[in-house]
């Protein structure tokens, strides 16, 4: 399993210095979590922080949208250093304009599904996406309890892109710990988000290496 740290758990009094001990407990993906306030109920940082901390670390930058217009913003993230960027397709950009938009900058593009969207919204863009991200809680805050009733879509997802005979990554954001992440492993997902599970270790290095086992 592949682990990708939540940066919204961590002290944004020391962002850098949080990226880099992420970096050096072998993170493989910084999750950086960006909201506008309208999409989600929270307001978090966006493309400016993400430039500031992107020298840091040769980590890939997995951006995940939780904003209402993301096409309007994907030169920003780009050129903030974004390696993947995911929206949602609840968001009110043109979704397939959005996507063109983010493979055009030479950057991964993926969908998210809230936890009340079927996984059939994603079919008709799996050809053109290289990840779906499953919400395994509702979008805007860390530290809730995860979904296990949001497992089914990775495999209805899996027969679909076999069905459509592409290859699909698989990744997982909401209270995902040590606890469920046998569950995610189970189902076949590829990546695992965790903020609180990651953040609240006492020993980040041995926390992500624990996960990482399942
Ligand atoms: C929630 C975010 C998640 C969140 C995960 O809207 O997308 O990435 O930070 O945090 P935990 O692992 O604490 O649920
Ligand atoms: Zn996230």
Do not use: W
Request: proline share 5%.
């Amino acid at each position: 399993m592949k682990i990708a740290p939540s940066m919204l758990s961590c002290d944004f009094s020391k962002m850098g210095e949080e990226i880099i001990r992420m970096d050096r407990a072998g993170a493989d993906y910084m999750h950086l979590d960006v909201m506008d306030g309208a999409f989600v109920p929270n307001i978090t940082f966006g493309a400016p922080v993400i430039k500031a901390v992107r020298g840091l670390t040769d980590v890939p930058f997995d951006v995940h949208l939780m904003i209402d217009n993301p096409l309007k913003y994907i030169d920003d993230f780009v050129n903030a250093g974004a390696d993947i960027i995911t929206f949602h397709v609840e968001a009110k950009s043109d979704i397939r304009a959005t996507i063109e938009k983010i493979k055009s900058c030479g950057v991964k593009a993926g969908l998210v599904i809230k936890p009340n969207t079927p996984a059939e919204a994603v079919y008709p863009y799996l050809k053109d996406i290289y990840m779906v991200l499953i919400m395994t809680v509702e979008p805007g805050f860390g530290g809730q309890s995860f979904m296990e009733d949001m497992l089914p879509k990775v495999s209805e997802i899996r027969e679909e892109a076999e069905r459509q005979g592409v290859s699909i990554v698989i990744e997982a954001d909401g209270g995902i710990n040590e606890k469920t992440i046998g569950k995610c492993s189970e189902a076949g997902i590829d990546i695992c988000v965790s903020g609180t599970g990651v953040f609240k270790a006492e020993n980040a290095k041995e926390a992500i290496e624990r996960l990482r086992a399942f």
